[in-house]
């Protein structure tokens, strides 16, 4: 029989279990996307094969081009995350690209990437802040286009931002 606590025992190991495998699968990707999703890289056909169609789509209109963005909830959010936004339109040199993503958001579900996890995952933040309105404190990663920002005590990743890693820079 299983007990309330052994339950939640086993839903926090499933939870950190998950965690791991999803921060793994990022630091082998080169920590600039998640979920197969590499924004610069990955097309809108791509995520719609490995996720299939969005919860919800809307277009999005930002310096007079617009761009498709997908979100991702319920059932139709990956496991773990209760919703994710997929933003669509890269400004490549002097052409848009509207099918390439753009950027990645995750909202994870509570716990899931907690501080720890994140830290050995991606390393050491290039800055680490607060957001004057809410007081949530946030880690910032230049050279991976990755921005963490936690709960308010700073124990676990509330939303995940990827977007494409900046060039690199010539000395």
């Known amino acids: 029989m299983i007990t309330p606590s052994a339950g939640k025992t086993g839903s926090r190991i499933a939870s950190i279990a998950l965690g791991l495998a999803v921060l793994a699968g990022a630091v082998l990707a080169g920590a600039a996307g998640w979920g197969g999703i590499t924004p ?14 969005p919860s919800r789509e809307r ?37 848009f690209v509207p099918d390439v993503v753009r950027a990645l958001t995750l909202y994870p579900k509570p716990g899931v990437f907690r501080l720890p996890l994140i830290s050995e995952g991606w390393g050491k933040p290039d800055a680490i802040g607060t957001d004057e309105q809410t007081g949530r404190p946030a880690f910032r990663y230049d050279a991976k286009g990755l921005l963490v920002i936690f709960d308010r005590r700073g124990e676990w990743a509330e939303m995940i931002v990827f977007a494409p890693e900046p060039p690199a820079r010539t000395p």
């Open 59 to 95: 277009m999005v209109t930002e310096d007079g081009r617009t761009a498709a963005e997908w979100t991702y909830t319920g059932e139709r959010a990956p496991r773990g995350i209760d919703r994710m936004v997929v933003g669509f339109g890269l400004l490549r040199g002097a052409s």
């Open 40 to 53: 610069g890289e990955t097309l809108r056909r791509d995520v719609q094969a490995r996720y299939g169609p």
